[in-house]
Structure formats: C-alpha cells, structure tokens
C-alpha cells in the first residue's frame, strides 16, 4: 500500500494538477475507509464519488445511496450516481435467463464497472485514478491482484486511467478499527459486532445487493428473516426462467435445509463419557 501511495504521488507531480482521483462508493466499510484514507493522505486531490445503483440496493432502514451521500458529504465530497439505462439486476437475470455466476459476473460488468466507465470518460482530466476498496484479505484471487495498475480500457490518447485499490493492505480488524475510532458508522444493516455505537438488527457482514450471488447459506438463512421482499422476488424469478442461483438447488431448498441443519444440532444431547 505505501509503495502504490508513493507512485501515485510520482503520478501527481508528473500531471502538474489535472488530475483526479474517483472513488467507487457503495456505502460500504471499505468504501468509506477507502475514501478516509485518500482524503487523508491526498487531501488537495480533487476527489470525486461514483456510485453504481444496480437496482437491488439496500432500502431499509437507509437506503444504501443515501448512506454513501451523507459519508461522502461529511468528507466534502460530491457522489455521482450511476446506473444502467437499459435494465436493472432483476432485469438484467431475467433477459438473460440465468444468474450471473462467480465466473461471469454480468452484474459488475453490466450494472457497476459498465456504468462507472462510462461516467469516467465524460471526465476532463488528463490522469485518473479508478479507486476501489479492495483488500488482499478478502479472497485468494484478489491478494493476487497488484494494487496499481493500468487500465487500459480507459486510457487514451488524451487521458491516462489506472485502477488504484489504496487500502490493499488492511485487514477487516484495521477498517473496522477506523470506522470507531473517527466514529464514522457504517451502515445499519452489517451485523451488531462490527457496530460499537450500540447499533442492532443488522444481519450480513457485506453490504452489497439485497441478495448477492455470494451470499452464504447463514446469509440466506439472514435475508429471508430480514428482508423477506428480496428473498422472495428472487425465490420467484428462480422459478419464472427455471434455472436457480445456486447449482446446489433452489433458494427456498438451501434454506430449508441449512433450517434442518440448525433444528438438529439444536435438539442433539450431549451425553456423558
């Protein structure tokens, strides 16, 4: 992370000011540290936020845009608001069919990176920096990625675009650490244990779509108690195209059967040696 933070400094001084960092903004914790740690240590970078509305955010009890404006307002920092013209998530699964997959992740590709690109060119600046809030821990595949790099897509003839992850390197201990000790809150819907200001009622320890290709059975298990609407309308068009989220079998047989998992566990009797 230093070394990335240090070339991108380099990268400042060569462009002699026109350039500008874009934060990708969810209203997530990583997202919020991401944008903290640039205003940070970049504080005279024109900074901009773009966030990528796929249709199936968090609504209750804030809605996820909402949350990441006001984190980004008391940064100073202006969020712009994107999204796919032509469809949303549901939509999106429905025209094509089928789910995207951890191999095709139509959802990003159509409904985030697709959107923000696009945002990105109607950009006058000669140098961006594309900032997400990715972190090695998070999976193998990531910790193999290189915090900074060129994206070549975006860079032309006249503009210059790298991807930039500039907190690469901290763990969900460091972030959640950042969040307490600056009291910035994150939002009511992760679980109680990452809140320290006595927030309840949350349920899932990523704030992503209502319902994620990701989500883990507990998650499942989570969102059909909490927010029933996205269970369902999901649940539902898994059996209007015929084909399910997971290989594994439908939403409503996961959870059913992590239930029974849970039931039996609960009722076993721990018998003497």
């Known amino acids: 992370m230093c070394h990335s933070l240090e070339e991108v400094k380099r990268l400042f001084e060569r462009f002699d000011g026109s350039v500008a960092l874009v934060i990708n903004h969810s209203g997530g914790k990583d997202s919020t540290r991401m944008l903290g740690f640039v205003r940070e240590r970049l504080p005279e970078a024109t900074t901009l936020a773009v966030m990528a509305d796929t249709g199936f955010e968090h609504q209750r009890p804030i809605s996820a845009t909402d949350f990441a404006r006001d984190r980004c307002a008391e940064f100073g920092v202006p969020l712009t608001v994107v999204r796919n013209s032509r469809r949303n998530y549901l939509e999106m699964v429905e025209q094509r069919g089928m789910f995207p997959s951890a191999q095709y992740r139509q959802c990003t590709s159509d ?9 990105i060119r109607t950009l006058p600046y000669r140098l961006i920096f594309n900032c997400m809030g990715i972190r090695s821990e998070e999976s193998p595949p990531r910790a193999k990625l290189h915090p900074l790099s060129l994206n070549s897509s975006l860079t032309t003839q006249t503009r210059i675009v790298y991807n930039w992850f500039p907190i690469f390197e901290e763990s969900l201990a460091d972030v959640l650490t950042w ?5 910035i809150p994150l939002h009511p819907v992760y679980v109680p244990k990452f809140h320290k200001d006595g927030t309840t009622g949350g349920y899932l320890r990523r704030l992503s779509c209502r319902l994620c290709i990701f989500s883990t059975d507990s998650d499942l298990l989570a969102i059909r108690q909490h927010d029933p609407e996205a269970f369902l309308s999901v649940s539902a068009l898994e059996q209007k195209i015929g084909f399910t989220m997971r290989s594994t079998g439908s939403l409503i047989q996961i959870v059913d059967e992590a239930n029974s998992v849970i039931e039996a566990q609960s009722t076993q009797v721990c018998l003497p040696f």
């Open 111 to 119: 409904l985030k990176r697709g959107p923000i690109e696009k945002y």
């Open 179 to 183: 969040h307490w000790d600056h009291c």
